[in-house]
């Protein structure tokens, strides 16, 4: 494609790119997919999307698909007790995976929450046990719309298509799965109600992986992730809609190391050969390396804590 014809960052709106090749790696699919990095703000897009993207998500293989858990009404008593006394404590060890952000966020139990890019709804799930009452996922790609219960619907749906106002709106990696960080956040902006937050967790290219491994990332994951921001594009433009930004976190995990290594050593990303390629030392190396990656602000991925700001 004549560099010409290469659309602007989609973050920041600069010209100036560097073009790179990139292969399926995950499920080593064939084809060749061409990436720009702005060298600007230093966020990725993918030029060429396949018209047969949906392909690239097969159904038995991507981890969104697989089938939602409910647990029994006794274990919900108890992960809405272990939540209240996390959220009110700082007992760590009664901390759920998720924890982390919902208590930055601490949302009030009747507030509107919508997750983009919902899966198979298993988040929501678990908020919904730990006492969250509104709750909508919408996913287009799920295979129905579900009603699990008075509080939590599934629809398959894109978010354009949602009604009404919400308090939070998350997106838990699935950003970097649309094609405009334009229209998604804006459209997060008309959708919040004012004081509403928004939270987005994605990839970030100012991955000290990324820098030194470039296209053999794991999460750069040719040809799903259309974009990639660094927090400089993407703060750029969440600022430009007017959603103002309270903290960047970085949430980066051991799997950028083993990911990336699996694709260094030519092997699709098959968990199961992780324990034979690593040792459990090793394991626990790339964990306290992804701790430390996250504190200097070079981790894989992070998380944006935003809000809609309330007028006076
Ligand atoms: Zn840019």
């Given at each position: 494609?004549?560099?010409?014809?290469?659309?602007?960052?989609?973050?920041?709106?600069?010209?100036?790119?560097?073009?790179?090749?990139?292969?399926?790696?995950?499920?080593?699919?064939?084809?060749?997919?061409?990436?720009?990095?702005?060298?600007?703000?230093?966020?990725?897009?993918?030029?060429?999307?396949?018209?047969?993207?949906?392909?690239?998500?097969?159904?038995?293989?991507?981890?969104?698909?697989?089938?939602?858990?409910?647990?029994?009404?006794?274990?919900?008593?108890?992960?809405?007790?272990?939540?209240?006394?996390?959220?009110?404590?700082?007992?760590?060890?009664?901390?759920?995976?998720?924890?982390?952000?919902?208590?930055?966020?601490?949302?009030?139990?009747?507030d509107q929450i919508a997750?983009?890019?919902?899966?198979?709804?298993?988040?929501?799930?678990?908020?919904?046990?730990?006492?969250?009452?509104n709750?909508?996922?919408?996913?287009?790609?799920?295979?129905?719309?579900?009603?699990?219960?008075?509080?939590?619907?599934?629809?398959?749906?894109?978010?354009?298509?949602?009604?009404g106002h919400f308090d939070l709106?998350?997106?838990?990696?699935?950003?970097?799965?649309?094609?405009?960080?334009?229209?998604?956040?804006?459209?997060?902006?008309?959708?919040?109600n004012?004081?509403?937050?928004?939270?987005?967790?994605?990839?970030?290219?100012?991955?000290?992986?990324?820098?030194?491994?470039?296209?053999?990332?794991?999460?750069?994951?040719?040809?799903?992730?259309?974009?990639?921001?660094?927090?400089?594009?993407?703060?750029?433009?969440?600022?430009?809609?007017?959603?103002?930004?309270?903290?960047?976190?970085?949430?980066?995990?051991?799997?950028?190391?083993?990911?990336?290594?699996?694709?260094?050593?030519?092997?699709?990303?098959?968990?199961?050969?992780?324990?034979?390629?690593?040792?459990?030392?090793?394991?626990?190396?790339?964990?306290?390396?992804?701790?430390?990656?996250?504190?200097?602000?070079?981790?894989?991925?992070?998380?944006?804590?935003?809000?809609?700001?309330?007028?006076?």
């Amino acid at each position: 494609m004549p560099i010409e014809q290469i659309s602007a960052c989609k973050f920041c709106g600069k010209k100036d790119f560097l073009l790179f090749l990139a292969k399926e790696r995950m499920l080593q699919l064939p084809g060749e997919f061409t990436y720009s990095e702005c060298q600007s703000c230093f966020s990725l897009q993918l030029i060429n999307i396949p018209d047969n993207l949906s392909d690239y998500y097969p159904l038995d293989s991507y981890y969104s698909q697989v089938t939602l858990v409910e647990s029994s009404y006794l274990k919900n008593h108890l992960k809405a007790l272990r939540l209240k006394l996390f959220l009110k404590s700082q007992w760590n060890i009664l901390r759920p995976s998720y924890g982390y952000w919902l208590k930055k966020i601490n949302p009030k139990l009747n507030d509107q929450i919508a997750d983009i890019g919902c899966g198979n709804g298993q988040l929501l799930y678990e908020l919904y046990a730990s006492g969250y009452r509104n709750l909508q996922g919408f996913d287009p790609f799920i295979p129905k719309t579900k009603q699990l219960n008075s509080s939590l619907t599934l629809w398959k749906k894109s978010f354009d298509d949602s009604e009404g106002h919400f308090d939070l709106i998350m997106m838990h990696h699935a950003f970097e799965h649309l094609n405009d960080p334009r229209d998604i956040l804006k459209l997060c902006f008309e959708k919040l109600n004012p004081g509403g937050r928004l939270l987005v967790r994605t990839p970030v290219t100012d991955a000290e992986v990324w820098k030194e491994k470039r296209e053999l990332w794991v999460q750069l994951d040719a040809p799903r992730h259309l974009i990639i921001p660094s927090i400089k594009g993407f703060t750029t433009l969440a600022s430009e809609i007017g959603l103002q930004l309270e903290e960047v976190e970085f949430d980066s995990s051991a799997f950028q190391f083993w990911g990336t290594a699996l694709y260094e050593q030519g092997q699709p990303l098959n968990q199961a050969l992780v324990k034979t390629l690593f040792g459990p030392k090793e394991l626990k190396e790339m964990n306290k390396k992804a701790l430390r990656y996250n504190q200097e602000g070079k981790g894989d991925q992070a998380c944006f804590y935003l809000v809609k700001p309330i007028k006076s």
